[in-house]
């Protein structure tokens, strides 16, 4: 069944669906199994039929990256939205005009300032915003310290404030270093306890904490026990990527998402063989240069996606991938791999060169090619 | 006149349109003194404002990197177009129909192969196109080299199978590996010897070719004669950005994009401020690395464009940007950057931050932004 992927113009971002829904029932197993919900994050696809599948397996609800995200879910009837970055007050207005729409949105804030702020702006519209307070469970990036005496406060700013406190979430960012089980086991288990241990702190000051949500890939692939969590974030696990290969979290059988190249030219004298998908269609995401296997700017397989062993994107202009053999022979490459002819690249890291396409192309079982269109911009 | 920049959602991707059209005016008036036309490369701007303002500046028509940008510019009345990437076969349909729609599109090949594809398509459909071929001047990318005996064979190919060869045309894509005057004129010299070599090669075996294109920005900046060169192409001096200023050829009051994003948290252990500027705004572009100073994923500046030196995004998630203040001092940085506090970021690479967004907000002298469009995708 070649034929509708013969036809597609090059580069595309291809979406193999069986792939993609064994790595939704995966998760969606793991999370069920661990006796926790499942919040997928959905700045990894950004593409409603993506999204679709994950609540049709059993998501409660999405996490986003973007109110963009947020109003798209929103208008497709999927309602409890978590914005997991902490909000700009510039922001609060688009996510009131969602709320007072019906759309049970959360927002986030980890600090003192940004506490009153929503706080403010909430007692000025009389509208109850729900809240979430980041907790930093590994020094990778925002949220309070479990143990930073501003936690109570920032609750406190919130309660009194009339805000209704969802819970604390947290994000275990620098699982992306690491890759081995021992090692990630570790991290799960700080992530999810440093989480539980702020909601602790909250309640034993005397407020309402409901809900404890953690998440990364890596890490809730892991974790071996999610007491006292409710709720586990993840996002790239739905295509996986050579990232994730690295860290040890999938197969190369479960990476869902490629790129089809055409050929367009060669440099025999080098080994190159020169393709259309360049640094526009890949990204200029390097995300394994520093993990086990740099795979350049992604790893080459055939149109029908066999791995070429040690064939990789080395180099990338904006319209122009340079793909090198490794170690294997390189001679006759016009002969070879003709112009004309097709490969697939697997990219380090799905959610950067998704980003590079307004499309998908969803690609059946059966060999039947759909179109997804996917969000661009803020 | 902050009133508008003030409204704008961040992240934005803004355009200092007075800096814009200055840089325009200073490639198109070197290109007049040398006595060539000047063929912009708009894979840089993508949008047609932009396009027009270079037209109206008196260029000669525009290069284009994908068939999506010549097909814009064809519909805005933008007639001679050639697209810079060698053609690959599945692509020439969508080429023979610009062209039959009345575009003077030409297209480039650098093979026998890619020749032999273009000649038999032609002869199927009847059609005259025209052709470039590509020249490698600095072993950086594609291209034959001006003394292989493949250029004239390919020459030939294409005037015996009927077709228009207009000529030669090289890139000097290793410019941007430098970064003092006198090898940038040394570079900009070997391009124009070997691809003014490269059309005499194929005039003394007693064909035509009457054009000789080169390009980049930096050898288009640093070229002292052009002599037997016929016309230019350059991109990224339209904007120019951090990366040509390592180069030496922009100075940082020539730096028209900008990101405009907003200050969403901070990590004062760490000296970090948190901004909503992360990699899907900037792009993972990390061009600077390597470069005499490595700007991480952009300098910093003040809401209304002054570099606050030393001040470099040095971490970037998705929709997250770390920024750090380098040696100054760090104290209070939530007093000093408070959250809602706005920045702007200068980008490592114009051609690739650009590409992450749908829109520039572009600011005229007089504070009035303009929303434009730009193109995404294939």
Redesign the interface.
């Known amino acids: 069944m070649s034929t509708p992927i013969a036809s597609l ?4 971002a291809l979406v193999d669906v069986p792939r993609m829904q064994r790595n939704i029932q995966r998760m969606q197993q793991r999370m069920n199994s661990l006796g926790v919900r499942l919040r997928p994050h959905v ?1 990894t696809s950004k593409c409603l039929p993506v999204i679709q599948a994950q609540i049709a397996a059993g998501a409660s609800g999405v996490t986003v ?2 109110l963009k995200e947020a109003e798209h879910c929103f208008n497709q009837g999927i309602s409890d939205v978590l914005y997991a ?7 609060l207005s ?1 996510a009131l005009a969602l709320r007072r729409a019906g759309c049970h949105l959360s927002v986030l804030t ?2 003192v ?2 506490a009153q ?1 929503i706080v403010a702006f909430a007692k000025e519209h009389g509208e109850r915003l729900r809240i979430w307070i980041e907790v ?1 469970c590994d ?1 990778h ?2 949220g309070l310290a479990a143990e930073d005496p501003a936690l109570i406060d920032v609750a406190r700013i919130l309660i009194e404030g009339g805000l209704q406190l969802r819970g604390v979430m947290t994000h275990a ?1 620098s699982s992306y270093e690491l890759d081995n089980p021992e090692a990630l086991q570790a991290l799960a288990e700080q992530e999810r306890a440093l989480c539980v241990r702020a909601a602790q702190r909250i309640r034993d000051a005397g407020m309402a904490c409901p809900d404890v949500s953690i998440g990364s890939t890596p890490t809730a692939l892991s974790a071996l026990n999610l007491d006292g969590v409710t709720e586990v974030r993840a996002g790239v696990y739905v295509f996986f990527d050579l990232v994730m290969h690295n860290i040890g979290v999938c197969q190369a059988d479960e990476l869902a998402l490629s790129v089809l190249t ?6 025999q004298d ?1 080994g190159w063989i ?1 393709t ?1 998908a360049g ?2 269609a890949m ?4 995300g394994t240069q520093r993990q086990r296997h740099d795979f350049g700017y992604g790893q080459v397989c055939t149109e029908t996606g066999e791995w070429i062993e040690g064939a990789l994107v080395t ?1 990338a ?4 991938g ?1 793909v090198t053999l490794g170690g294997a022979d390189s001679a006759d490459l ?1 002969t070879r791999f ?3 002819s097709r490969l697939r690249i697997l990219p380090n ?1 799905a ?2 060169t998704g ?5 998908y192309h969803a690609l059946d079982a059966d060999g039947a090619v759909h179109t997804w269109s996917r969000l ?3």
């Open positions: 113009d090059t580069p595309a700045k990256s973007t970055v902490a909000i700009a007050p510039g922001k688009q980890d600090s300032q940004g702020a930093d020094g990036r925002s960012g055409t050929v367009i030219g060669h440099q080098k020169i259309d640094w526009m990204s200029r995401d390097r180099g202009n904006q319209e122009h340079i016009a003709p112009i004309g890291h959610c950067a980003a590079q396409f307004p499309d661009h911009g803020w």
